[in-house]
């Protein structure tokens, strides 16, 4: 891939000129853009250009045929789908003229939103020429970056735009959520008309707009005097004020219609290969300024944001403040006058940026509001200044910004030790997860996801089949890596390499091999080892501290080698010293210095090793309250009160639980322990259960061993589980073949504890086999098929189902699930391996239930629907249960109107039963479910009065 990077990139360097000058009035009744549009073009290239590509983005909303309806509908989302047609947008009005020649035009063959400019006459090395056309834009109520959401507007990707042409040749793209850009520097002159009462912040610096200028900063002297406020003290004030709002717009009708007049705002900015605009009448105005170290240039900073986000947002532009600051002591300083962060609202995903200014949606704690202006902020740089294709290399922006934003938190939260709040109360004034940090919470990102089916390396396009986990690696697995990578030069050369690779690349296209020329300009070993491993493979790190015989070794358990930090410990755990390792091979056995009782890869966690809890020779327990960030080289236990249960033979149960692993960093390992006291029979009673789960192994995708002892309400039980599956998720159709084997054992020692009319008393084994294949042919249907195998002393049994899921329009759904069965051998079978019209009673104890005694006050919430099954049926009735076949059909309806019902229907037969055939049917609300028809009922099958509806309805959950 290296090689291929370095052909192309061996032509000489150019980049196209491209001069905007755009005229657009907003309509905020009608929700539409009018304006007029000129572009000077300037060829830089060696070719000789017959046409130009445009990028017509906003028609990427007006169908569901546009490659952003089906990327959506591709990641299962339906949020575009069912947007009605008043909701949807496009781009029209268009009449290209090139040197004010009317030229030929036509839409991409595959996508609506890219179009080819065909030029009147050649563009040869060195020229330019004028394009001009008006365009008309419809704006969608906001799905994913342009929209709007009632009086806000947020106004990005809305104009005609050339598509890049480098030495790769052209680059048309359509628009996508999941998928940015790669657009052309040059200068923008944008002039906007809007109506007046409308704050607008934008790209770019407003050119001689003393007025507009002069209301912003009256707007935020009233923005910083309610920066001191209290939480309380602010909510009074804008309670007070709508208040007042709200008697005013009573007090006239003309008041609540008033329509104001309109300003036209203008904004100028070089070096920018974007323009984007936000406008919205009731925002708070915030304004700041920012002094570069060694600098006399001054920086505005704005920040705009809605009432109802006041207390959230109120130091937001400390953090604006501080990212531009480190951002430019990192990698260089920032070249613009402004740096602006507005509220989005309701726009999609945390934060879109773009060049000067970036947009945030809600965030639930301060930190994270911090994290993503910090991180927005910081594509001024990556991505605004060094303007990477975005597209086909994700990672360039997303993973250097991310991995920049561990560099900020941990330089500027040092003394806090890099902490990541997400709720102060939990964690600062409880102690629940008080250690968790930055570098922590990606670490846990990537690794979580590193090993998992399906993963992808970064150098995919984004216009190809990435899933939202292996997209979110672009930032996650770049972050940890390049802190890594890092740590092991040195801060202080990595400072030099990105400032050399910033500087030398500002307002250009960088692509992967110019960076990767930059670290090895300034090392003395080739790098591109690593980026190889970062970029073209899905390869990892996990290396293995083992001592034996008196020897310390090093076990490679990955597939990714790079240098390894050890640090050695004496028999008082003091460190006594550290080397950096390397080698080939699948092991190595370490040289200690005199008196080294113990060693640890990668003490200080910069390496991303997938399994960090195999990192230390020697691990003493630490205790966590409920939750903390692991430390890996202790055994960390969480410790959690369990909140009581209850059940008839061990009456209210209370106690503990220990839990290990279950994280990031574990080699997929758990163990649980619930230590719990019953009340009633004053026993101890509790659960163990451990689990290892595995990815890619051999054919299978994915799977987990698992062992469960339980001793609870009268019975033992001992269960070993393996599941597995096969999937391909980039397949289409979508196919998943599952396979779950189970080994159980159940000494039911009272008739006290369980139903005595559903279970049987004694020691019984089975074994279950079921496989099981799921289909997903589209978005709007999926279907699966099963077979099932459950046998023991006593008897064997045989089932098969099939179920189907349907979406017909948004709230438009059936839901259809088949199912038979029977027994192949029987002799003396226990009652709870009996099929019940009532669906499955859980025989082996699989899912949690209150309280399986027959005294149960609380029988109307004992519903656990595991396979067929009549709803609404008395699950009691020992004589509704066959020992021998049975079949049974279940269909729910849903409906679009919003609070309406769902409507079921039940039929179920078989042998042994009471009546040849059981109906049953009804209206399910939420959780609750109203049987209104039952056929087996002697004398009312259909309700009577209240106590019929009363005695059948049930509170159910699927578990």
């Not at 799905?143 to 598509?163: C, D, M, N």
């Not at 990477?388 to 994700?394: G, L, Q």
């Not at 008839?648 to 719990?676: E, I, P, Q, T």
């Not at 009268?714 to 096969?726: D, L, M, P, Q």
């Given at each position: 891939?290296?090689?291929?990077?370095?052909?192309?990139h061996?032509?000489?360097?150019?980049?196209?000129?491209?001069?905007?000058?755009?005229?657009?009035?907003?309509?905020?009744?009608?929700?539409?853009?009018?304006?007029?549009?000129?572009?000077?073009?300037?060829?830089?290239?060696?070719?000789?250009?017959?046409?130009?590509?445009?990028?017509?983005?906003?028609?990427?909303?007006?169908?569901?045929?546009?490659?952003?309806?089906?990327?959506?509908?591709?990641?299962?989302?339906?949020?575009?789908?069912?947007?009605?047609?008043?909701?949807?947008?496009?781009?029209?009005?268009?009449?290209?003229?090139?040197?004010?020649?009317?030229?030929?035009w036509?839409?991409?063959?595959?996508?609506?939103?890219?179009?080819k400019?065909?030029?009147?006459?050649?563009?040869?090395?060195?020229?330019?020429?004028?394009?001009?056309?008006?365009?008309?834009?419809?704006?969608?109520?906001?799905?994913?970056?342009?929209?709007?959401?009632?009086?806000?507007?947020?106004?990005?990707?809305?104009?005609?735009?050339?598509?890049?042409?480098?030495?790769?040749?052209?680059?048309?793209?359509?628009?996508?959520?999941?998928?940015?850009?790669?657009s052309?520097?040059?200068?923008?002159?944008?002039?906007?008309?809007?109506?007046?009462?409308?704050?607008?912040?934008?790209?770019?610096?407003?050119?001689?707009?003393?007025?507009?200028?002069?209301?912003?900063?009256?707007?935020?002297?009233?923005?910083?005097?309610?920066?001191?406020?209290?939480?309380?003290?602010?909510?009074?004030?804008?309670?007070?004020k709508?208040?007042?709002?709200?008697?005013?717009?009573?007090?006239?009708?003309?008041?609540?219609?008033?329509?104001?007049?309109?300003?036209?705002?203008?904004?100028?900015?070089?070096?920018?290969?974007?323009?984007?605009?936000?406008?919205?009448?009731?925002?708070?105005?915030?304004?700041?300024?920012?002094?570069?170290?060694?600098?006399?240039?001054?920086i505005?900073?704005?920040?705009?944001?809605?009432?109802?986000?006041?207390?959230?947002?109120?130091?937001?532009l400390d953090?604006?403040?501080?990212?531009?600051?480190?951002?430019?002591?990192?990698?260089?300083?920032?070249?613009y006058?402004?740096?602006?962060?507005?509220?989005?609202?309701?726009?999609?995903?945390?934060?879109?940026?773009?060049?000067?200014?970036?947009?945030?949606?809600?965030?639930?704690?301060?930190?994270?509001?911090?994290?993503?202006i910090?991180?927005?902020?910081?594509?001024?740089?990556?991505?605004g200044i060094?303007?990477?294709?975005?597209?086909?290399?994700?990672w360039?922006?997303?993973?250097?910004?991310?991995?920049?934003?561990?560099?900020?938190?941990?330089?500027?939260?040092?003394?806090?030790?890099?902490?990541?709040v997400?709720?102060d109360?939990?964690?600062?004034?409880?102690?629940?997860?008080?250690?968790?940090?930055?570098p922590?919470?990606?670490?846990?990102n990537?690794?979580?996801?590193?090993?998992?089916?399906?993963?992808?390396?970064?150098?995919i396009?984004?216009?190809?089949?990435?899933?939202?986990?292996?997209?979110?690696?672009?930032?996650?697995?770049?972050?940890?890596?390049?802190?890594?990578?890092?740590?092991?030069?040195g801060?202080?050369?990595?400072?030099?390499?990105?400032?050399?690779?910033?500087?030398?690349?500002?307002?250009?296209?960088?692509?992967?091999?110019?960076?990767?020329?930059?670290?090895?300009?300034?090392?003395?070993?080739?790098?591109?080892?690593?980026?190889?491993?970062?970029?073209?493979?899905?390869?990892?790190?996990?290396?293995?501290?083992?001592?034996?015989?008196?020897?310390?070794?090093?076990?490679?358990?990955?597939?990714?080698?790079?240098?390894?930090?050890?640090?050695f410990?004496?028999?008082?755990?003091?460190?006594?010293?550290?080397?950096?390792?390397?080698?080939?091979?699948?092991?190595?056995?370490?040289?200690?210095?005199?008196?080294?009782?113990?060693?640890?890869?990668?003490?200080?966690?910069?390496?991303?090793?997938?399994?960090?809890?195999?990192?230390?020779?020697?691990r003493?327990?630490?205790?966590?309250?409920?939750?903390?960030?692991?430390?890996?080289?202790?055994?960390?236990?969480?410790?959690?009160?369990?909140?009581?249960?209850?059940n008839?033979?061990?009456?209210?149960?209370?106690?503990?639980?220990?839990?290990?692993?279950?994280?990031?960093?574990?080699?997929?390992?758990?163990?649980?322990?619930?230590?719990?006291?019953?009340?009633?029979?004053?026993?101890?009673?509790?659960?163990?259960?451990?689990?290892?789960e595995?990815?890619?192994?051999?054919?299978?995708?994915?799977?987990?061993?698992?062992s469960?002892?339980?001793?609870?309400g009268?019975?033992?039980?001992?269960?070993?589980?393996?599941?597995?599956?096969?999937n391909?998720?980039?397949?289409?159709?979508?196919?998943?073949?599952?396979?779950?084997?189970?080994?159980?054992?159940?000494?039911?020692?009272?008739?006290?504890?369980?139903?005595?009319?559903?279970?049987?008393?004694?020691?019984?084994?089975?074994?279950?086999?079921?496989?099981?294949?799921?289909?997903?042919?589209?978005?709007?249907?999926s279907?699966?098929?099963?077979?099932?195998?459950?046998?023991?002393?006593?008897?064997?049994k045989?089932?098969?189902?099939?179920?189907?899921?349907?979406?017909?329009?948004?709230?438009?759904?059936?839901?259809?699930?088949?199912?038979?069965?029977?027994?192949?051998?029987?002799?003396?079978?226990?009652?709870?391996?009996?099929?019940?019209?009532?669906?499955?009673?859980?025989?082996?104890?699989?899912?949690?239930?209150?309280?399986?005694?027959?005294?149960?006050?609380?029988?109307?919430?004992?519903?656990?629907?595991?396979?067929?099954?009549?709803?609404?049926?008395?699950?009691?009735?020992?004589?509704?249960?066959?020992?021998?076949?049975?079949?049974?059909?279940?269909v729910?309806?849903?409906?679009?109107?919003?609070?309406?019902?769902?409507?079921?229907?039940?039929?179920?037969?078989?042998?042994?039963?009471?009546?040849?055939?059981?109906?049953?049917?009804?209206?399910?609300?939420?959780?609750?479910?109203?049987?209104?028809?039952?056929?087996?009922?002697?004398?009312?099958?259909?309700?009577?009065?209240?106590?019929?509806?009363?005695?059948?309805?049930?509170?159910?959950?699927?578990?």
């Open positions: 891939m290296f090689l291929l990077f370095s052909f192309i061996s032509e000489e360097y150019f980049q196209q000129d491209v001069t905007y000058d755009i005229d657009v009035t907003l309509n905020d009744s009608n929700k539409t853009l009018s304006a007029f549009e000129k572009i000077t073009y300037k060829n830089n290239s060696r070719d000789t250009l017959n046409f130009i590509w445009f990028h017509l983005w906003p028609n990427a909303y007006k169908n569901d045929s546009t490659a952003l309806a089906k990327q959506f509908i591709r990641l299962g989302s339906t949020r575009f789908l069912y947007t009605k047609e008043k909701d949807r947008g496009y781009i029209d009005s268009l009449d290209f003229y090139v040197d004010g020649v009317k030229a030929n036509n839409f991409h063959v595959e996508w609506v939103d890219v179009a400019i065909n030029l009147p006459k050649p563009l040869s090395p060195g020229q330019e020429i004028k394009i001009e056309t008006p365009f008309f834009v419809k704006l969608p109520k906001v799905v994913s970056r342009l929209g709007h959401s009632g009086k806000h507007f947020e106004i990005t990707q809305w104009y005609p735009k050339p598509a890049v042409y480098d030495n790769e040749g052209w680059h048309p793209m359509p628009y996508l959520n999941m998928g940015e850009f790669y052309e520097f040059g200068t923008f002159d944008v002039k906007i008309t809007l109506p007046e009462d409308y704050r607008i912040m934008a790209t770019g610096d407003m050119i001689n707009e003393k007025e507009e200028l002069a209301w912003l900063d009256s707007l935020s002297s009233i923005g910083d005097s309610l920066k001191n406020l209290t939480k309380k003290e602010l909510a009074k004030h804008f309670k007070e709508k208040s007042k709002s709200d008697k005013k717009k009573k007090s006239t009708e003309k008041d609540s219609l008033k329509v104001y007049p309109n300003k036209t705002i203008h904004f100028r900015q070089n070096n920018v290969h974007d323009f984007a605009w936000f406008a919205d009448p009731n925002w708070i105005v915030q304004k700041g300024e920012l002094w570069l170290d060694d600098s006399s240039k001054q505005a900073l704005w920040s705009m944001y809605l009432p109802k986000n006041a207390w959230m947002w109120r130091k937001s953090y604006m403040h501080d990212s531009g600051l480190w951002y430019s002591r990192f990698y260089g300083d920032y070249p006058n402004h740096i602006s962060a507005v509220d989005g609202d309701m726009s999609a995903g945390g934060g879109m940026e773009y060049p000067n200014i970036t947009v945030i949606s809600s965030s639930p704690s301060e930190d994270l509001l911090e994290y993503v910090m991180h927005e902020v910081g594509h001024n740089w990556f991505y060094l303007g990477t294709n975005e597209r086909d290399y994700a360039m922006d997303e993973g250097l910004t991310e991995y920049s934003g561990i560099r900020y938190w941990e330089k500027k939260y040092f003394k806090r030790n890099a902490q990541l997400f709720s109360v939990l964690q600062n004034k409880i102690g629940i997860g008080k250690n968790y940090n930055m922590h919470f990606q670490y846990s990537y690794a979580s996801n590193a090993l998992k089916d399906g993963a992808q390396p970064l150098n396009s984004s216009n190809k089949n990435y899933s939202y986990r292996n997209y979110g690696q672009n930032y996650s697995k770049v972050a940890v890596m390049m802190r890594y990578l890092q740590h092991y030069i801060e202080s050369k990595i400072d030099i390499i990105l400032k050399d690779y910033f500087e030398s690349w500002k307002f250009k296209h960088p692509k992967s091999n110019d960076l990767i020329t930059s670290f090895n300009k300034h090392l003395d070993d080739d790098v591109s080892w690593f980026f190889e491993n970062l970029i073209d493979s899905t390869t990892y790190i996990d290396y293995m501290a083992n001592k034996k015989n008196g020897k310390f070794i090093i076990k490679n358990n990955g597939n990714f080698d790079v240098p390894i930090e050890v640090a410990y004496d028999q008082r755990n003091k460190e006594i010293g550290k080397e950096w390792v390397s080698f080939q091979g699948d092991s190595y056995i370490l040289e200690t210095p005199i008196g080294c009782e113990k060693i640890i890869i990668d003490p200080d966690q910069y390496m991303p090793d997938v399994n960090r809890a195999n990192n230390s020779t020697k003493p327990l630490k205790p966590h309250f409920i939750y903390d960030k692991p430390t890996y080289n202790n055994v960390d236990v969480n410790i959690s009160p369990w909140l009581p249960t209850y008839s033979y061990d009456g209210n149960l209370n106690g503990l639980l220990f839990s290990y692993g279950g994280d990031a960093g574990f080699g997929g390992k758990s163990l649980n322990a619930f230590v719990l006291y019953g009340d009633k029979n004053k026993k101890i009673n509790g659960i163990i259960r451990s689990k290892k595995f990815y890619n192994l051999g054919f299978l995708s994915a799977g987990s061993f698992e469960v002892f339980d001793s609870r009268g019975r033992e039980s001992i269960k070993f589980i393996f599941t597995a599956k096969k391909d998720r980039y397949r289409k159709p979508y196919k998943q073949n599952n396979i779950k084997i189970s080994f159980n054992y159940h000494d039911i020692k009272s008739t006290i504890a369980l139903n005595p009319n559903i279970y049987n008393v004694g020691k019984f084994g089975t074994v279950k086999l079921r496989l099981g294949t799921f289909w997903e042919p589209s978005f709007s249907s279907y699966e098929i099963f077979s099932k195998i459950h046998a023991g002393n006593n008897f064997a045989f089932d098969i189902g099939a179920s189907l899921e349907k979406t017909f329009s948004k709230g438009l759904k059936t839901k259809i699930q088949l199912d038979a069965g029977s027994f192949l051998h029987l002799k003396n079978n226990p009652k709870q391996y009996h099929y019940f019209l009532s669906g499955s009673i859980n025989p082996d104890f699989d899912n949690y239930v209150w309280d399986r005694n027959a005294g149960n006050r609380l029988s109307v919430i004992e519903k656990v629907y595991n396979g067929g099954g009549i709803r609404g049926i008395n699950i009691e009735n020992p004589f509704l249960s066959s020992d021998n076949n049975i079949f049974m059909v279940r729910r309806q849903s409906f679009p109107k919003f609070f309406s019902p769902d409507v079921f229907f039940d039929f179920a037969a078989g042998s042994s039963l009471p009546e040849e055939n059981y109906i049953s049917g009804g209206i399910i609300i939420g959780p609750i479910l109203i049987p209104l028809y039952q056929n087996w009922e002697m004398k009312y099958k259909v309700p009577n009065n209240v106590n019929w509806i009363k005695e059948r309805i049930r509170l159910y959950w699927f578990l």
